[in-house]
């Protein structure tokens, strides 16, 4: 289920408010399997990204209690930067790693904690025909004690909107308490109110850094329009040289001619420019867009979970 970006934070008592975190979406999947303790991790976009999560996953390896169950949930993998909030670059460190014994490193040098926010199965009964309000009643007793974290849930919107503003937060989501589950809707019942203006765009080519060939520092986006897509600027904010390495290993091979945007490039970003075939997404910030362009772009990550499609 998703939400729909909201105009105000709804004021009425028949909705909850939580903190948008900046994380990667996760389906949590325990058939109730016994001492063995199996388990199954998913993307948005369907994909079993189990081994990338170890850690996560000892919620049903390592917990008794949860381990003899069967249990749906829905949550958000977060880490933290190093100012202490979560930062979906610092947790694109593991996204694309599944070598074993470069994630059992990783778990150890980034850690990431499970925040799950809704229960859609347990002990063999669909819930997500149910009120909001009653799964998350439930959820609470059903992970009490375990590894796996709750957020909580406040009934004052404008405060906590305040709040995540000023602790450097992503945004809020609201929630009406009386919504039923519905998987994969982008629903008017879920609403996301975002601190900053946040897209995921299309990326048509790459730049290097001046002086080189091979140093990748910016990127060249766009969106999906009707007739194709749309040219949007340059985003090189935000791009460091861990991100240049992970950006570079994932344009290898994706190399063409001619750029894929169906309007012009200004001469200015064609510049040193390698054109790319459009299938790669990335998320990025803005103070919104001007006239074609956007203003003040800076790079928050690759979406290995979205494609083109998706957006």
């Known amino acids: 289920m998703l939400a729909t970006t909201g105009d105000h934070v709804p004021t009425s008592e028949e909705w909850a408010h939580e903190v948008k975190w900046d994380g990667m979406r996760i389906l949590a999947d325990s058939g109730g399997y016994g001492e063995r303790g199996r388990y199954r991790l998913t993307s948005r976009n369907d994909n079993d990204v189990t081994a990338a999560w170890p850690d996560v996953a000892t919620g049903l390896r390592e917990h008794r209690g949860l381990r003899r169950r069967d249990l749906l949930v829905d949550g958000e993998v977060i880490a933290l930067n190093e100012h202490g909030v979560p930062d979906f670059r610092t947790l694109q460190e593991r996204m694309h790693v599944r070598q074993a014994t470069s994630v059992q490193r990783l778990v150890e040098t980034v850690p990431v904690t499970f925040m799950v926010f809704d229960l859609l199965r347990y002990q063999g009964r669909d819930l997500t025909h149910e009120p909001l309000v009653d799964r998350r009643a439930r959820l609470a007793e059903v992970l009490d004690g375990t590894p796996w974290q709750v957020p909580a849930s406040y009934d004052d919107g404008a405060m906590l909107h305040e709040a995540t503003m000023q602790q450097g937060l992503e945004g809020i989501v609201s929630k009406r308490l009386g919504s039923t589950y519905r998987p994969g809707e982008r629903s008017p019942h879920w609403l996301k109110f975002p601190h900053r203006f946040r897209v995921s765009y299309v990326v048509g080519g790459w730049r290097p850094q001046e002086g080189t060939s091979d140093r990748l520092a910016s990127l060249l986006v766009g969106s999906i329009t009707p007739e194709g897509l749309v040219f949007r600027g340059r985003v090189g904010s935000g791009i460091g040289p861990k991100q240049s390495r992970l950006l570079t290993e994932a344009v290898a091979g994706l190399a063409r001619g001619t750029h894929p945007f169906v309007d012009d490039v200004p001469r200015e970003d064609r ?41």
């Open 271 to 311: 510049i040193g420019a390698t054109w790319l075939e459009p299938v790669l997404v990335v998320d990025v910030e803005s103070h919104g867009r001007g006239y074609q362009r956007l203003r003040q772009p800076s790079y928050r990550g690759l979406r290995t979970d979205l494609a083109p499609e998706d957006l």
